[in-house]
C-alpha cells in the first residue's frame, strides 16, 4: 500500500494564485474572483483595500479546503511566448525583404517586426474605416439628395449637392 504525502499547508499560502477584480455596476465596489480557487471570491467597496482582502479571501479558502482534506489546486499562469516562430515565405519575398532590410540599413529581424507590427496596428483601423463606409452608404441610401461628385479646388461646397429638379420645385 503505497500513501503520498500531501504538501504542507504552508506551501499552498506561499503560492501566488492571480485574481479578477471586476467593478460592480449595480452596487458599486468591486468583486475579486480567483478562477484558479473555485468559489474563492470577496467583495470590497474600494481598491485600497484590494490586497489586505484578497490576501485574507485566498488565505481562508486554501486553509478551509486544507482542513477538509481536499485537494488545493496549484495556481495557473498566462501562457508564455517565446517571441520566436518560423514562416516559410516565397524565394521572391524574402529577397524582396532583404534587399528592403539592407536599404534601411536594419536587420531582416528587425524590418519583419517592423512590418508585423504596422500590419497588426492597421488591422483594427482598416476594419473600422469599412465600418464607417457601410454606415455612409446607408445614409446616403437614405437621403433625398444624392451627392453626385467631390468638389474640385474652384466649386464651392454647395456644388456638393445636385438637388433634383422635382424636389426644387
Not at 13 to 36: H, K, M, R, T, W
Not at 147 to 153: F, L
Amino acid at each position: 500500500m503505497t500513501t503520498t504525502t500531501r504538501a504542507p499547508l504552508a506551501y499552498f499560502l506561499s503560492l501566488q494564485y492571480p485574481f479578477n477584480v471586476i467593478a460592480d455596476e449595480d452596487d458599486g465596489g468591486y468583486v475579486v474572483v480567483f478562477p484558479d480557487l473555485p468559489g474563492c471570491l470577496t467583495q470590497i467597496e474600494t481598491l485600497d483595500e484590494l490586497i489586505e482582502m484578497v490576501d485574507e479571501a485566498r488565505t481562508l479558502w486554501i486553509e478551509s479546503e486544507y482542513e477538509q482534506g481536499h485537494d488545493i489546486p496549484l495556481p495557473s499562469y498566462p501562457e508564455e511566448y517565446s517571441g520566436k516562430f518560423v514562416a516559410r515565405v516565397p524565394k521572391s519575398l524574402h529577397r524582396r525583404l532583404v534587399e528592403t532590410a539592407e536599404r534601411e540599413g536594419v536587420s531582416l529581424n528587425q524590418h519583419v517586426v517592423a512590418l508585423l507590427a504596422q500590419g497588426d496596428a492597421l488591422g483594427p483601423v482598416a476594419r473600422k474605416l469599412d465600418e464607417i463606409e457601410m454606415q455612409l452608404a446607408t445614409i446616403q441610401a437614405h437621403l433625398r439628395y444624392s451627392v453626385t461628385g467631390v468638389p474640385g479646388a474652384a466649386r464651392s461646397r454647395n456644388a456638393l449637392f445636385q438637388i433634383p429638379d422635382a424636389v426644387a420645385a
